[in-house]
């Protein structure tokens, strides 16, 4: 019958006994305590023969212990009060530095932009007079048409002019105050030559200028013209009609603007 034999690994190698090392640890052991056994004894020594100096000893040792901490502290107070003074230090020079920056920002001229836009959606139409009516209004887009009659009621002593077009203006593109004080309300129809206004345009711009936007004086200027059944509409409603030619006219200054046309037509 064989027994198996169990292989030794290196940790149960190393935790075997060592009767070498323990004899150094105890013979190193017993030294330390022969000392210390010497040291006391020769204190107790002193203490007996010389009371008054074994007492100076012990008070300069003690003296010793708390000079070499209040030496930490001061060092570790020191250290802290050095990091404390450089970081307020840069914090200084941080804010002197935004400071100088706000001081040039201030400096610089404001850089030119476009005129702000009011409230309620309107624009001003102070600007647009040298590139607008320098040119023919019907050669221009839907939004520098309207800017163009806009300046074409300045030019004819109208104040209080205003771009208001856009989504819901509800049929009004330019509004002011003519120079006998009536409110005039415009709607500008850019349409090409053989897109003419319907009627349907002037029944929903009718149904908007006196009741809603209260027009003393209500026109529809057009780059085309008119049919029969919308001039037929505005001559029972009070609208005022400006077809192309009309439009060329009071742009050259050889016809009437509306509010006069609203005077002199039946």
Sequence with gaps: MTIPVRRIGRAERRRRFD???TTMFFVLLAIILCVLAFVARTAASMVERRPLWAGVLAVLGAAAALQFRSG???FSAWRYARRAARALEEAADRASDSLRAAEEAAARPPAAGPPPEPAGGTVPVAGYAAPLLAADPAGLDPD???HA???LCVRSDCR???VVGGAGDLG???VAVAPDGRRVVIQCKYYGDGNKVGSQDLQRFGGTCFTIH???VAAVVTTSDFTEPALEYARQCGIVCVNGDDLRAWHLGTGH???HRADVEP
């Design 19 to 21: 009767l070498r090392s």
């Design 72 to 74: 930490r502290r001061r």
């Design 144 to 146: 520098g048409f309207e």
């Design 149 to 151: 009659v806009a300046e």
């Design 160 to 162: 209080d002019v205003e």
């Design 172 to 174: 009004a593109d330019v």
């Design 214 to 216: 209260e027009a003393d």
């Design 257 to 259: 603007s509306p509010w």
